[in-house]
């Protein structure tokens, strides 16, 4: 007989027992979550200032260029290492490598640059991994239910830290961030250590791990080549297809947004910025534990996809007819606090259709290849866009991608489907 809930658990819709790890959980996330949301407002502050929006298609290329090379690396390293040892050395590596952006800002446009790259890729590459840390710790009806309860964390990592950022800039300037973000990064490594699951490898979940939407245990089979999972797995085409048409949507809502705000200057961007961080994500982590909690649930995994696909239009049509500041701020909201408190964390639980062995080589085409591919295809299309036409049009293109986005979500909603249908009849 399982554990009665206690009246938090029972508020957040959790079984008894549930809520210490998923509280776990959240703090991992609270130090990596507060780690990138300090990275991204210090190192585009900084970027803005030092080097200018038109600037950004090709800090978006080399990041994209670089990402998949890593996305190699990061296979190799996990490889059969448990999911912590690898959360907790890629953490260690972030942190080093937030000092060295900081190293790198006071070197003109060029450094500025090279910070915004680095930090983008180090964000990449721990969203990439956080997914198989997660699944690797959580899984089935459980990972459904708390799921969101772990995501809020980020959120209130990523205001707290946005406060401290604030409270920083007029001591030390702008780059003073990126002691914040080292701090953050450098947490993580001995919390994932403690709190991720010891038994069970990298790769697999526990052999009396039942798969609730099958009803069997959730065995671990073969691994399987990204090659042989695009080629096998309908399902895996179908994240590919909505993930590339994502990120040419938050693309473009990126630019909108960062030329929006581009005329403040650097301390001022940075003080918006932080405040900025500390009330979205505290709307975010509100957004969680009151909402996606009960919410997704009720919602299931394919409506609370769609559900994202429609806020970006929105953020699309408000940056086109009702251009400024607000607009950017909502824009960023949708763009990023959004799309990681409601999009990731659904995302993440679609690899649940994968066995244990594949998430990652699966996680890896998405996020390391296809997700990367898409950003260099984007940024040379973005460049050729900015060079040619105003803002408003690139909001009219904006809105064409997301029409695309919506039907891309739709069809990866069936597909998910699909998957689960065929493997209830096998």
């Known amino acids: 007989m399982g554990r009665v809930p206690t009246r938090i658990e029972r508020a957040l819709g959790l079984g008894g027992g549930e809520l210490g790890p998923l509280l776990r959980l959240a703090a991992v996330h609270a130090a990596l979550g507060g780690g990138i949301a300090a990275g991204d407002a210090t190192v585009q502050s900084v970027f803005l200032a030092r080097a200018g929006v038109e600037v950004l298609p090709a800090v978006l290329l080399v990041r994209a260029l670089l990402l998949p090379l890593l996305a190699l690396a990061y296979a190799s390293l996990s490889r059969g290492r448990s999911a912590r040892a690898v959360l907790a050395t890629l953490a260690a590596l972030a942190a080093a490598a937030a ?168 301390e001022e961007l940075a003080r918006l910025l932080g405040t900025y961080a500390v009330g979205a994500n505290m709307a975010g982590a509100v957004l969680s534990l009151v909402v996606m909690t009960r919410l997704l649930p009720r919602l299931g995994l394919t409506r609370a996809n769609g559900l994202y696909a429609i806020v970006t239009g929105a953020a699309q049509l408000l940056l086109l007819f009702v251009p400024g500041v607000p607009a950017a701020l909502f824009a960023r909201f949708a763009d990023d606090e ?20 594949d998430r990652p080589g699966a996680r890896a085409v998405v996020l390391g290849l296809a997700s990367p591919v898409s950003q260099a295809a984007g940024a040379v299309l973005l460049a050729g866009v900015v060079a040619g036409g105003a803002l408003g049009a690139i909001g009219a293109a904006g809105v064409g991608l997301c029409l695309v986005f919506g039907f891309a979500t739709a069809a990866q909603n069936r597909r998910y489907r699909g998957s689960l249908a065929a493997r209830k009849g096998g």
């Open 99 to 266: 000092l060295g952006e900081r190293a790198l800002m006071p070197l003109g446009w060029a450094g500025a640059a090279a910070a915004y790259v680095a930090h983008e890729i180090v964000a990449g590459l721990l969203t990439v991994h956080w997914g198989v840390y997660l699944l690797a710790s959580v899984d089935g009806e459980r990972a459904l239910r708390g799921v969101s309860l772990v995501y809020a964390g980020a959120r209130l990592g990523g205001a707290l830290a946005g406060a401290v950022l604030v409270a920083l800039v007029g001591a030390g300037g702008a780059p003073a961030g990126m002691y914040v973000v080292a701090t953050c990064f450098a947490l993580v490594a001995p919390l994932a250590l403690r709190f991720g699951r010891r038994r069970g490898g990298s790769l697999e979940l526990p052999a009396e791990a039942l798969d609730d939407d099958v009803g069997r245990p959730s065995m671990p089979g073969p691994r399987r080549s990204g090659l042989a999972l695009f080629r096998a797995s309908p399902l895996l085409g179908a994240l590919v297809a909505s993930t590339v048409a994502m990120v040419l949507v938050r693309y473009v809502l990126r630019y909108q947004q960062q030329a929006m705000l581009d005329p403040l200057g650097e």
């Open 338 to 357: 959004l799309k990681h408190t409601l999009k990731t964390p659904v995302s993440s639980l679609f690899y649940e259709a994968f066995s244990p062995p």
